[in-house]
């Protein structure tokens, strides 16, 4: 038909209304029509990443199960939050889109810093969650994240980034993301991802982002008896790659957390670096089913 031919890779748009009166962008893959009953399928991206992120996951999501994708405040379409990018606002917001999606049960699945977010979500609703897959996200038990050396790195980082956009060079270094992305797709990020007011809100997540995160290593949030899985990238070398110090280190942090949860599951994706949802999409979305429609 005509409608689905039109219809846009990552689904049909609808705006999610915060408990502040913010409105975050979103979305929508209805999934099929015998899938009334399953889990929803909601997507938390990275630091600096839009909806357009999880385009080659959702849709495969997206055969079997609802699958939403959104953008945080000040990413994307979503306006920013003038109050600041806390963990616990961005936790805060997700749980209001959950709201509005709702009354679930959801599957939440978070790469890199969306891992921390989903887990925080996650802990406050326990109710509604059906399971976690976290994608090479960024955890408390890795050591080096807290080392003065990964805060200056990200900080000379982020001042990179903030003055390519400006110049309107930041797509030419990050163009890799374009890559066997459909044109829908293509076109957003390249109207989306790559400016300066992007910038500016990766650099107010991470004002407070690991502070936040170092606190948990006393305190981590509480996911009961949630089942957890973890992705991680198998490769420390290559345009997506982690140093091998540094890979080990997450991959070791990854291990760690699994083994926090009862039946929780480690999965390594051989042939990816950290951006797993662009290298091994069906990785991610066969982890997703397994937790949308256990074997019975």
Avoid: C
Wanted: overall charge negative.
């Amino acid at each position: 038909p005509a409608e689905e031919e039109s219809m846009h890779t990552q689904g049909v748009p609808e705006w999610v209304p915060t408990r502040d009166g913010r409105q975050l962008y979103a979305m929508v893959l209805p999934g099929p029509a015998d899938g009334v009953g399953r889990p929803t399928v909601v997507f938390e991206a990275g630091a600096a990443a839009t909806r357009s992120s999880w385009a080659l996951v959702q849709p495969l999501v997206g055969e079997y199960a609802r699958a939403i994708v959104y953008d945080r405040a000040g990413l994307g379409r979503s306006v920013r939050d003038a109050a600041g990018r806390t963990l616990d606002r961005m936790a805060d917001d997700l749980n209001d889109l959950l709201d509005h999606f709702g009354p679930g049960p959801f599957v939440l699945v978070g790469h890199s810093a969306g891992g921390p977010i989903v887990r925080l979500a996650a802990s406050r609703r326990l109710e509604r969650v059906a399971g976690l897959v976290l994608v090479d996200p960024t955890d408390e038990a890795a050591d080096v994240l807290f080392s003065r050396v990964f805060r200056v790195g990200e900080e000379v980082l982020i001042f990179v980034n903030g003055t390519l956009a400006r110049l309107g060079l930041l797509e030419r270094a990050f163009g890799f993301v374009l890559d066997g992305a459909p044109a829908d797709v293509r076109e957003d990020l390249h109207r989306e991802a790559f400016t300066p007011a992007l910038v500016a809100t990766q650099a107010e997540q991470a004002r407070t982002y690991l502070d936040e995160l170092r606190a948990w290593r006393q305190a981590p949030p509480d996911l009961g008896d949630i089942p957890v899985t973890i992705i991680s990238g198998g490769l420390a070398k290559g345009w997506d790659g982690m140093p091998a110090r540094v890979r080990a280190a997450a991959n070791a942090s990854h291990a760690f957390r699994v083994a926090q949860h009862r039946g929780g599951r480690h999965v390594v994706a051989e042939r990816s670096g950290h951006y797993v949802p662009l290298t091994e999409p069906e990785v991610i979305a066969d982890e997703i089913r397994r937790l949308v429609s256990p074997a019975r």
